[in-house]
């Protein structure tokens, strides 16, 4: 479930968003398969220059039993991402690329991060 809290245009006319989300989910593996995780989730970012966001997400998820590797996990990730956008107006597609950081909060040796490349198409 996620709850927009808002996308507006500024009085230069870029666009701004922010958007929070909660989710409760239930691992698939057998072995950890009493596991729940609660996730809470943040997104904000705006318009640099036309077709061009800046976007920070941060998510933090944790689990009430089960393994202690799905407990006090922490996600962050900022990205630039390029629209593209057809003559006629339409959006074709979408290229980001970023830096992401996921380590959990008990465990310091559990830490990954690295650069992050994606393309988004609508069909």
Known sequence: MHSSLGSYLSETGKRHFSEIGFIIGKTFNCGYKDTIIKKISCLQGGELIKNLILSNYVEYSFASNGNRGYRNLIYEQISLAKEFISKS?????????????????????FQISGPLLSLCITL
């Open 89 to 109: 107006g339409h959006h074709m597609f979408t290229t980001q690329i970023g830096y992401y950081l996921k380590q959990n909060l008990h465990n310091k040796t």
